[in-house]
C-alpha cells in the first residue's frame, strides 16, 4: 500500500486529515513540521510493518488517545516537549501565560519566577528559554510528571529547578512571578469524557473546579516579593470569579487576557507587600 493510499484509508475509518499526517510522518520517522515532504511522495509504498505501526496508531486516535501521546510529542512556544500518559498536553491557549509572564518580568534583571503544577515543564521551560537570567522553580505533586519536565529540561539544555510539591508547600519566599495553569474543571463537567487519556489530577478541582484555584491565591502572598505578580489560568467562564478571588486577597491592578477567541483565559495581580 502507497502513503496516499493508506491516508485514505484512515480518513475513511474517522481519523482527522492532520491527526493522519502527523501519524504517518511518526511511523516513518520524520519530524511533524515535514508535511510537505509527504505530500510530494505520497506515492511511495509502505513497509508492511510500517502500515501495520500507523494501522495501530489510527486505531489508537479513533478510540480518542491524543496525537501528542501517540506521536511523544507536542510543541509549545516554539519548543519541541516530550509528553506523554503522565502529564497533560500543553495546549496553544497556555501560550498565552507566557506571554503575559514575559511582559511583568521584562524590567526586572535575574527575576524569580516559580511555575507551579509544572506537568510537562511547558511554562517554565518556555521562561526560561526566553530569560536565561531568570532562576526558574517549578513544582508538581506527580513524580512522574516531573520525570517528563525534567527530561524535556535535559534535553532542551534550560536550566530549571524541580521540586516535588503540592503547589508552594515548602518554598521560600522573594518570587518575582507565581505562575500556575493549575486544574480548573469541575467534577462532573460533561466535556471530561473527551479527556479521559489524561490524567484528571491536572483536570479536575472540585464542585466549582476552584478548590486549586483559591489555595494558590490564598498562599501566594507569602512567597512574593514586594512587585510580584500571580498569574494564573483559567476556564472560559471562571474570570470574574478569579478576578474576585485576588481582589479579596489584595492583589492589585488585577486584571484578565483573552485568548485569540475572544475568551478571557488568564487573570493575574500583582502583590504590593513583601512575602
Known amino acids: 500500500m502507497r502513503i496516499d493510499e493508506a491516508l485514505r484509508e484512515a480518513a475513511v475509518a474517522g481519523v482527522q486529515r492532520l491527526d493522519a499526517q502527523l501519524l504517518m ?9 515535514e508535511r510537505a515532504w509527504l505530500l510530494a511522495n505520497d506515492d511511495a509504498p509502505l513497509d508492511g510493518t510500517v502500515l501495520e505501526s500507523f494501522r495501530s496508531l489510527c486505531s ?11 506521536v511523544e510529542e507536542r510543541e509549545f512556544f516554539g519548543l519541541p516537549l516530550r509528553v506523554d500518559a503522565r502529564v497533560l498536553v500543553p495546549r ?9 509572564s514575559l511582559e511583568v518580568l521584562q524590567d526586572r534583571a535575574a527575576p524569580q ?21 531568570a532562576p526558574v522553580t517549578a513544582t508538581d505533586a506527580s513524580e ?10 535535559q534535553r532542551l539544555g534550560l536550566a530549571v529547578a524541580f521540586r516535588a510539591a503540592r503547589w508552594l508547600d515548602g518554598l521560600p519566599g522573594g518570587f518575582d512571578l507565581v505562575v500556575s495553569n493549575p486544574p480548573y474543571i469541575a467534577t462532573g463537567d460533561p466535556h471530561l ?75 493575574g495581580g500583582k502583590w504590593l507587600e513583601p512575602g
Open 25 to 33: 510522518l511518526h511511523v516513518l520517522g520524520r519530524g511533524s513540521g
Open 60 to 70: 489508537r486516535r479513533i478510540a480518542g488517545e491524543p496525537v501528542a501521546y501517540l
Open 92 to 100: 496553544p491557549e497556555t501560550e498565552l501565560l507566557v506571554e503575559w
Open 113 to 133: 519566577v516559580v511555575d507551579l503544577g509544572t506537568g510537562s515543564g511547558a511554562i517554565a521551560l518556555a521562561i526560561a528559554h526566553a530569560r536565561r537570567d
Open 144 to 153: 512522574g510528571a516531573l520525570q517528563v519536565a525534567a527530561a524535556n529540561a
Open 193 to 267: 469524557p473527551a479527556l479521559s487519556h489524561e490524567p484528571s489530577s491536572a483536570l479536575v478541582a472540585g464542585a466549582d473546579g476552584l478548590d486549586d484555584l483559591r489555595e494558590i491565591v490564598r498562599t501566594a502572598p507569602g512567597h512574593l516579593r514586594a512587585g510580584g505578580w500571580l498569574l494564573l489560568e483559567h476556564g472560559w467562564d471562571q474570570a470574574a470569579a478569579v478576578r474576585g478571588l485576588l481582589q479579596a486577597a489584595g492583589f492589585r491592578d488585577v486584571g484578565s487576557r483573552r485568548d485569540l477567541a475572544g475568551i478571557e483565559r488568564c487573570s
